[in-house]
């Protein structure tokens, strides 16, 4: 007769908690706990030659395996439900221009500037352009060619202040908001040689910046201390 292999069974019903010995066709079983040990005829005989404390010590190691068995398949399915959880679409971040902007700067016209650099005006501000050397407030929203934010002012919840025309910003930033009014509105396509020489690094949720690579932005120029709009 074929000796049988042992299995292990996770406990189903109101009988884990309980030991019961029986025998079946020559074989000893025991259940410990919802725990079913089945052995062979050669494994009785060796186990029996056991001390009588071997049963219980075994017993015990099964327990903590099983335990370490259920832990296993907790982790598994914690595990899934992250990587679902990673498959979702990422939080849609603000910006300067919504989808129906998007739609509307299809039908306005680029211009293109001596040094390279391509713009739309989204909406033309009032007044005069801010003088280089003041300081001026913008928002702005910095996206690689994808689409990709990897920084914007609204995220931070400030708007940016700098001195405009003074190196304190990428050339192709200067160079969009010096031709801006206040209030105005616009998307700047700026090439490698007027961005980020060295590139930028890339961050949780913030894609990297090659070296020299295309940008876009879309800045809207809030106000310009010491300067103001006119009014008609």
Known sequence: MASSSSTLL??????????ISANYQ????????GVLVRCSNSEL?????????????????KRRDMIGLLLGVSSLVIDSFEAEGAGLPPEEKPRLCDGPCEKELENIPLVTTESGLQYKDIKVGQGPSPPVGFQ???NYVAMVPSGQIFDS????????????GSGQVIKGLDEGILSMKIGGKRRLYIPGSLAFPKGLNSAPGRPRVAPSS??????????VPGLEIEEE
């Open 45 to 61: 005989t060796v186990k029996a030659a056991r001390p009588k404390g071997y049963m219980d010590q075994f017993c015990l190691t």
């Open 10 to 19: 996770l406990p189903l019903g109101p009988s884990s908690g309980k030991r």
């Open 26 to 33: 020559g074989i000893s079983c025991a259940k410990v706990r």
């Open 136 to 138: 001026v407030a913008a």
């Open 214 to 223: 295309p940008v876009i932005f879309d800045v809207s120029l809030e106000y």
């Open 153 to 164: 002012s609204l995220e931070k919840g400030q708007v940016y202040i700098f001195r405009v």
